[in-house]
Structures are given as C-alpha cells and as structure tokens.
C-alpha cells in the first residue's frame, strides 16, 4: 500500500511523449552495467545499512496517519487466522492460491514486468484484467506503483531513492509508506515517472478518488460473499454461512493481503542488503534466493537491476523464476509477445520509454 497523490480536475491529453530520463550525473544503474560471469561487489555495495540520510524531502519525519494505522489495523485483523473459529480449509487454499494469482500474477508480472518495465505485451483486455488483480493486493493504483518504483530505478540506493534500506532496513521495508514524502505526495510524480499511464482513462480512474482502494473493497465483499454462500450450502444455517464468509475474509483476503505486502517490501528491503551480486550494477541490489522463493522470483534483483527489461530475472539455470515462467507459458497460448529475453539492457529508470494509448 502505497501513498495517496493529489488529483488532477482533469485528464491528461493522450498523446504526450514519455521519457523517464535521469538527471545530467545519472547513477550508475541507469548506464549499461559491467555483466560478469561471477558475483562481485561494487563501491556502492560496500556501503554499510545506516549509511544513508532519509530522502530530503521525506525530513523533517512526519507521519502519514491514515496509512500507519491503516497498516496496523490490517496486520491486527488478519491475525484473527490464528484464531480456531476462523480456521477452515477453503480459507487456507484460498489464501494460498490469492499468494500466486493476485501477487504473482497482479504485481510481479503486471505492475512490475508489464507495466512497469513492459517486459512483454499482451492484449489490452489481459493487461487491464490483471492490473485489477494487482490493485487487490492493496498496494495503491498501478500507476502510482509504477511511479515509485521508476523513480527507485533511477535513483537506486542514493539519497532520493524512495526506500532504499541504507537507511534503515525498517525505512526500507515499510517505514517509507507511512512517513510524508513532498517528492511523492503529489500527482506530479505520476506526470514524470507514469505519464504512459495516467494518460489512460482506465489508470487515471483507478488513481482518482480511492477508487483503487473500492475495487480492494469489492472484492473483499465478493470473498465474503462467496464464503457465506458456501457455508449455507454446506451447513444449512446462518451461523455456518458467517463462519465461512469471516474465514474466507481473513483468510483469503486480510492474511494474504498482509503476506503478499511482506513480499514485495523484501524485495525492496532484503534484496538490497544480503545476497550475493552477478552484475556490478553501481548500488547495493543482491540476488537473495529466500526473496525469489517466496516472491517467485523477484528476488533475483541484482539481475533484474542489471538487465531492466528482460523479463526473466533468473539468469542462471538454478534461479529459478515462476513470473517468468508464467511469462512463457502466456506466450505460449497467445496471450504474451515481444517478450524480452536477457541481455537487452534498458537506459532508463522505466527500462524503455513506454508506448502510448493502449
């Protein structure tokens, strides 16, 4: 879950060219990386956690209150599943099956290799069908998503990187999402970093007054919804539905919404700190084999930060990747193109300067 950006009154006209450039001393992940066979550690990656001052425009700290407790609260319900009256077997394959649908294909293969670095293309109604999946992780709109994370292409473990774990691993999991951030907090990050985006009447509705956080809601209902009906059928009485629509909620929507925040603020946090680096890539980016793991392989991100725009970040027959191989299996049957093997490298922080209109 990410921060609310101020509105527009209006759309932004439809043709507007789009180039995530870096400033005039560009860091060194945004320049063609030094690709060797063996890991290695850079200047950067010798810089210790601690090592970095908060972005300027995140100080002096204040909190952001809506989300700090918005946070806490989810965390809180979602720890009802320990609780043996919201224990059902449908909520558990729920729940382990939301990890894979709505995380892996929502936000590791949407908003992150689609939308963000356009790793491949699909059509229209598969991209927008799967954005939808995304933003029922709760992690905000994509393309504020996409914003955020150009930004940290472009800006990767310097001051402006917006949650570079060199200052703490805390800020970098998490603390970045409930402190005020005057570079982040506005639409004008989305006219930079996501303009290919909010160009698009689809992604400027989902930005626009919470409607991101409506469509979580609905499906949230849709959940509950199910469950109960399943539970009348299975029991015959009320009781026996609300048992089965509250597991079904906590289960299948709170606990994997908490579960699939953890995994992608690892990815952010853990693999900038351990692991173990292929690529001198100029920052502090780590292939961490316990992120892949339990992020299907996003956790292969010093190879991510050195190849933008590949879609696979396993390089290596033993890094092994699930989003891209469901990548493969999409282009299989028709449903993905042009997808980008390893080593085509990108030169901007989005890994390419998007296409406009679709």
Known sequence: MTTTAQRPSAPLPVQVPVQVSAPMSAPASLSEPQVSGHPQTSPVADRAHGSLELPEAAQPVRLRWTYAISIVLVHAFALL?????????TGVVLCAAGLYVFGTLGVNLCFHRRLTHRSFDCPRWVERGLAILGVCCLQEGPARWVAIHRKHHQHSDDQPDPHSPLVTFLWG?????????????????????ARDLVSQRFYLQLERRLNWLWVYVAHALLFS??????????????????????????????????????????VNSLSHLFGYQSHDTGENSRNNWLVALVSNGEGWHNNHHADQRSAAHGHKWYEVDITYLTILAMELVGLASDVKRPGRRASTAGGTTPPQGR
């Open 81 to 89: 599943a320990f609780a043996p009256w919201f224990f059902s077997w």
């Open 225 to 266: 919804a199910g469950g109960a009906a399943a539970g009348y059928l299975l029991t015959g009485t009320a009781a026996g539905a609300g048992q089965m629509a509250a597991s079904v909620l906590v289960w299948g929507v709170l606990l994997r919404t908490v579960l699939v925040w953890h995994i992608t603020w690892s």
């Open 173 to 193: 999991h998490v603390g970045w999402l409930v402190v005020e951030n005057r570079d982040s907090d506005t639409f004008h990050l989305l006219d930079r970093y």
